[in-house]
């Protein structure tokens, strides 16, 4: 899970639990979101503790966008675990393990149940790699992806997510 869905979770009363994989290596804005995270209740637990938490719902955060060859290490581990724990997994943005290019799978991946999108879809998001698809709005205005050259029209005047459906 990113600490910033983390935080925003805890805040609303859920019991959240963050299991970061690599946590050694975050980024600024992860780490700073880690630190929101800290002053919730939610609670920070490492990945060889992770069979003994109770799970009702998993987000998927562990690989980004930047899928460049196959999980290894720490995070194989975590998706095989995920995909062995039993309850429904939501991936946030893709889901970990496949290339949001082309939808291929170079190796361990999540199978989620559902996946929530950020901004625009990205082209490997094929129907049996995500699950339900949803695009949620991240705040770019409009005129950003205008001057990008791209004919956007906002699906998002009615709510800050949307349904994808594909139609071959």
């Given at each position: ?85 039993g309850p429904p997994i939501l991936a946030l943005d893709v889901p970990s393990g496949v290339d949001t ?68």
């Amino acid at each position: 899970m990113q600490p910033s869905a983390a935080h925003r979770l805890a805040n609303r009363g859920l019991d959240v639990k963050l299991c970061l994989v690599e946590a050694d290596h975050l980024e600024e804005v992860p780490t700073f979101q880690r630190t929101i995270f800290r002053s919730t209740q939610g609670k920070e637990v490492d990945a060889a503790s992770l069979s003994a938490e109770p799970v009702d719902l998993i987000l998927d955060g562990l690989i980004r966008y930047g899928l460049r060859s196959a999980p290894r290490s720490l995070v194989a581990d975590s998706i095989r675990w995920s995909n062995g724990t039993g309850p429904p997994i939501l991936a946030l943005d893709v889901p970990s393990g496949v290339d949001t290019t082309t939808g291929h799978r170079p190796g361990d991946c999540i199978p989620p149940h559902w996946t929530m999108t950020l901004a625009l879809p990205k082209t490997g998001l094929l129907p049996e790699r995500t699950g339900q698809l949803f695009l949620a709005g991240i705040g770019i205005p409009e005129q950003t992806y205008r001057r990008l050259g791209l004919s956007y029209v906002n699906p998002f005047a009615k709510g800050f997510w949307v349904q994808l459906i594909c139609r071959s």
